[in-house]
């Protein structure tokens, strides 16, 4: 695909990583929809998505509503009259253990809340998403679409992150899946897994926890938001690409 004027919608793109993906896309000309649930950033994603020479405007949804993604796509497709993509990237992390026990004693356990309230938002908000970009993509009558969802290394399994891990494995699945059901309407999928990526929230970490991290990277290095950008870039550009993952970990496993 070529995003000269292709209209993409990009979730929790108010700040970091999705800002980044949304930056990058218009600067390939794109679209670019700025979704996020705190509107609070998206006016500056907006006007670095202009400075690079794309177009840009922000819309207020939380993904785990359903009414509200409906109104959203509905919404997008009014303002620019047609749909090419959409990435998945907004997601939450609530870190719990399942059980923490001392001598034999259960002293805390995961709350279902905790579980509830990631598998709302990382999963159930990118089957939302998913489920009405490609209806509006398929009734716009594009000619190629493409949906990316937005996973992390952690989809294999992290100490501490049943709930966000289940999730993130869960929309690398959910890409497979549509990948096979939706190829006849001419729209591919594809999902990109981050490893440990330089981000404000990571910025904040002690020192010694941020080298404890890198001593485990082959590369030695944290990646960068662009870096996972770039990755998303491809998914979107390379036709014969298609329900698949890109790990973009610098080696990390």
Same mark, same amino acid.
């Given at each position: ?12 793109? !108010? ?18 929809? +700025? ?49 090419? !993509? ?12 399942? +059980? ?65 891990s289940a999730?993130?494995? !869960? ?9 096979k059901e ?49 990755? +998303? ?21």
């Amino acid at each position: 695909m070529n995003l000269q004027d292709k209209v993409v919608a990009v979730t929790g793109a !108010g700040k970091g990583l999705g800002r980044a993906i949304a930056v990058r896309l218009a600067k390939q000309g794109a679209c670019v929809a +700025v979704v996020d649930i705190d509107d609070s950033h998206s006016a500056t994603t907006v006007q670095q998505c202009l400075d690079v020479g794309g177009r840009a405007k922000s819309y207020r949804a939380n993904v785990a509503n359903e009414s509200e993604v409906i109104q959203l796509f509905t919404d997008i497709v009014a303002d620019y009259g047609t749909l090419h !993509g959409v990435v998945n990237n907004a997601g939450i992390a609530r870190d719990a253990l399942l +059980v923490k026990a001392r001598n034999g004693k259960v002293e805390k356990k995961m709350t279902l809340q905790q579980w509830q309230s990631v598998i709302d938002v990382n999963l159930t908000g990118v089957f939302l998403c998913g489920r009405e970009a490609a209806a509006a993509m398929i009734e716009a009558g594009v000619e190629e679409g493409v949906i990316v969802n937005i996973s992390s290394v952690a989809r294999s399994g992290s100490y501490g992150l049943s709930n966000y891990s289940a999730t993130k494995a !869960g929309v690398v699945t959910l890409a497979e899946v549509w990948a096979k059901e939706l190829s006849r309407y001419n729209i591919r999928t594809g999902s990109v897994a981050p490893g440990i990526i330089d981000t404000e929230l990571l910025a904040a970490t002690q020192p010694e926890a941020r080298e404890r991290w890198i001593s485990g990277i082959p590369l030695k290095r944290l990646g960068d938001v662009d870096h996972i950008a770039q990755s +998303v870039q491809f998914i979107f550009e390379n036709s014969y690409f298609t329900g698949r993952c890109i790990e973009t970990d610098g080696g990390l496993r």
